[in-house]
């Protein structure tokens, strides 16, 4: 069966430090993975997707995310983050190429000190 | 182009009351979704359509939810009677073709709360 682990349930960084999410997937097959960000009263806005060849992929908002298959990882980066990105992330896995059902991970809620 | 319409965005009842909740999805998407994000969880799929026919309804609670896509454009989710554990906010989304590569696209959820 398909899960996604978001072991960090809340992180606190400083504005302008570095982020890196982690998402860990478990799937039999090549995972269709992606990354979505909840802000307060808001739905899921789609900041990047993995489906096949390079396995660092760039994202909306300045987020980049790198497969790696032998971990069976995703994790979420961005270089400098900014008072803007305090919300909560989600990752998410599906299965084969036709769109279907999404299995999402718990989700981790990022507070931005300035 | 328009996004996934959801109403009410905020929703009170008493348990074993009824609710209903109501999508229009972006034109032309002929998948839609309905997801159920308890709080502190994930979203998970309670229900998919495809134009007007169920896709995937095995995670719906059948006994007192339920769920139609009249016209394969708008849909509307019901509760009947709602439990406590009902309480959490339900999103739509909505996708315009079936491979994966598309993703889907979210409404900002309903919020319910059972009381």
């Known amino acids: 069966a398909q899960s996604v682990t978001q072991p960090d349930i809340h992180i606190t960084v400083s504005e302008g430090a570095s982020l890196e999410l982690r998402c860990n997937y478990s799937y039999g097959a090549t995972p269709y993975l992606f990354w979505y960000v909840q802000s307060p009263g808001q739905g899921l806005q789609l900041l990047l997707k993995?489906?096949?060849?390079?396995?660092l992929v760039q994202g909306i908002k300045g987020f980049e995310a790198e497969f790696k298959r032998s971990q069976s990882s995703f994790n979420l980066r961005k270089p400098s983050v900014h008072w803007s990105d305090a919300a909560e992330y989600f990752c998410?896995?599906?299965?084969?190429?036709?769109?279907?059902?999404?299995?999402f991970g718990r989700g981790t809620q990022l507070t931005v000190w300035p | 182009e328009a996004g996934v319409a959801q109403s009410p965005r905020y929703k009170i009842i008493e348990k074993r009351q009824s609710v209903a909740f109501w999508c229009n999805p972006i034109?032309?998407?002929?998948?839609l979704y309905w997801y159920q994000q308890i709080l502190g969880q994930g979203p998970k799929l309670l229900i998919q359509f495809q134009n007007n026919g169920v896709v995937d309804d095995s995670q719906l609670p059948k006994d007192r939810f339920s769920a139609e896509r009249l016209k394969g454009v708008d849909s509307t989710l019901k509760i009947q009677p709602a439990k406590l554990e009902d309480s959490a906010v339900y999103l739509c989304a909505s996708s315009l073709r079936t491979e994966m590569f598309y993703g889907y696209t979210f409404g900002s959820g309903t919020r319910l709360t059972v009381v």
């Open positions: 993995y489906f096949s060849g390079d396995t």
């Open positions: 034109s032309g998407h002929a998948t």
């Open positions: 998410a896995v599906g299965r084969g190429s036709t769109l279907g059902r999404l299995y």
